[in-house]
């Protein structure tokens, strides 16, 4: 019986100093951070309690100890450690907060994550003994030298190939960048193959059922289990559906590329920062930078929602163009995050589709013009366009020849600023000019503060001499002399700026494989005439709409009109008074004026703790030449005191912490 009530006591006492020490320190670690610092601080102040108070005392005979004043400071010592805890976890709590201090994402268990750490560590350390099997870091060490290019390159693609999975499509992207790259690492990246074998016929139809939720013959009238596509995110299937007999394909996720993502793709990125410990060339080509950009591109690619959206939105803008593309019509009541149910189109890759053209007697420089001002429509107005538009992704309609553009997996997506950063990148080639050349690389580029305006120009120049007096400007040579220039003066373009030209250069060999002699910036002219003269056309060909929008404008901006000739009155009584006084408040500005508050208000916690610290200690030395009874109460409340300081010191530095994570 004196055990259950002195057990009951602890716990009447932990339960208060778990709920006064998270109002105290407002903590953000989780639950079972708290349970511990709670449970470690009063396992050490119970046994400290014990051996140096209790153990020559007949404590059992009076379970009713609370009121004893060392048991008052056995309370407070475990309120205190209870706190000192909060901020070591605190401190080592990887959780990022968001601008009010609140989580921005769930957190793993502490086992889970030792779990998975440890994978991720024997992962990276069997790609990297990959990598100094085959000589990859001894290579790296002397990188750009023109003799080892290709033993590089060779000893790299060995490394990605023998790691498997996501490596080897990593150095298959890589194989795109020739703007980066020599072109032994070109040639040797393009050569890795994913071996894929296509999925089981019962696996297909339980995935099928998994994401539909649904048997097959409830929404197929007929499904095929052979693939007619295969790869390494997903499958591709033909069907018709049930309710309407339609035919369509249907692109299934494969069941392991989800796992394969999550476990391989931080492994890639920190493989990737190793690379560039080990190379200065590969430090500067942003080695790092690629396989993060790669990491996030492939996390969208395995969500097919987001294609889906990607879709949909493409299709929107081009809804009323006047360059006819055809975009199959997705079926988004079957589609998800794991499976896509589009139209079936009959039709040809460029690639292969000589037949089509020559059947349909379809001019090839029109084609691939509608193709190139479809592109500049999505590209430089819209500003979502289909940032993959290989061979692969282009196809020919067999029954009348329009072009179809397919798998939106990747899509860019371009802001108002950026559009007319590449408009006017396009006007300079066309016009020769370097200045507007320098304009639009200011609106394309981050942190162009540090650019030397006259140098730059003249790099400008010096690529505009590069492909002067030739007939056909040389798309790839210029966007990849542009790269060089940028990366030369220390500068990185926008990441969706480096999509859309890297785009350009992919769209302009897709554009050669249809018409070998079609030239890319002759016919970007053409777009910017034909463009400039509908706007000019289209009041006199659309009256009626013109005069709608007019109106619209007008009455949006008659309120402000109506208020200037008052405003002028006023500001010209106020110049006359000598009342005009430039002022500049940085409390203005919702980030300053919180970066200040948050300053000040630490800088009060602290001048109150450090008070509070300094008038304790002084009381505390006072008492000590004080022999009267009073002094005992100077002794109490400088212990308060010196507990209130170490109560404001934590929180203020757990404060801390957390505007560091924010930041």
Known sequence: MIYAKILIQIVVVVVLIFFVSGRLMGSQINFMKRIMSVAISVAITSLVFWYSYLRGTDYLKDVYVFMDISTIIWIGSMLLITMLLYLFFELFDPMELGEKGERISKQKSFFLRLRDRWRSQKRLSQVVQIAIKNGTSRMLKYARSRENNLELAIAFRDTLEESGGIFIKFGQVLSTRKELFPPAFVKELGSLQQNVRPLPSQHVKAILESALHEKIENIFYEFDLTPIAAGSIGQVHRAILKKNHEQVVVKLLRPEVKDMVRDDLHILVEFAEWVS??????????????????????REEVNFNIEVRNTLQVATTLKNSPYQVKIPTIYTEYSNDRLIVSEYIRGLSVASGDEVFDTLLIDREEFARTLLFSFFEQMLFSGIFHADPHPGNIFIDEKDGTPILLDFGAVGRLAAQQQEGI?????????????????????????????????MEQAMAHILLRISYVPKIPTEELIHSLFEVVRDFGLAFYPSVGIALRSIITLDGTLHLIKADFDMFSEAKKFSTNYFTSILKRPFKEPKETMERIEKEFALLLPALRKIPRRIDQLMQRVESGKIILHHDIFSDKQNAMFITQLFSQ???????????????????????????????????AYVGLFLCSVLLVRLSIQAIRLMKRN
């Open 423 to 455: 408009k006017l990148f396009l006007i300079g080639i066309q016009q020769n000019d370097a200045n507007l050349l320098y304009d639009s690389i200011l609106l394309l580029v981050e942190d162009h503060d540090h650019l030397e305006q006259v140098k």
């Open 603 to 637: 800088f009060v916690l602290l001048f109150v703790g450090i008070t509070f610290g300094i008038i304790s200690v002084s009381l505390l030395a006072i008492a000590q030449f004080i022999d009267a009874p009073y002094a005992i109460y100077m002794n109490t409340a």
């Open 277 to 298: 410990e080990k190379s200065t060339w590969a430090k500067n080509l942003g080695f790092r930078e690629l396989a993060v950009g790669f990491a996030s591109s492939m």
